[in-house]
């Protein structure tokens, strides 16, 4: 749970199971979330082994974030959290 038992964590997780992904087009997916906060959540996420950066050498910089391995084992459990919350507000 320490490794994704934030707020935000999960949200970006879930969001990258489609794919890698631009860093300006994944905040879009997350309303709400500052630029201070994205920025610190994708950091720990690459720190503790979940998620890749990607910075490709052009002009405006370019990032990309996807899953690593250890993020994509993650899936089912992500998907799982998504099930239970669909099911839960349509109560």
């Known amino acids: 749970m320490s490794l994704i038992g934030t707020k ?31 920025t610190q959540t994708v950091r720990e996420l690459e720190k503790d082994g979940l998620l ?17 391995s250890r993020g994509k084992s993650l899936e089912v459990v992500l998907r799982s959290l998504d099930q239970w919350g669909l099911e839960d507000f349509q109560r």
Do not use: D
């Not at 199971?17 to 630029?35: D, F, H, T, Y």
């Open 52 to 68: 890749t950066r990607k910075v490709f050498p052009v002009v405006p910089p370019k990032v990309e974030y996807s899953l690593s």
């Open 8 to 38: 935000w964590k999960p949200l970006i997780l879930f969001h990258l199971l489609e794919g890698a992904m631009r860093s300006g087009m994944l905040q879009k997916k997350i309303p709400g979330i500052s630029n201070k906060m994205f």
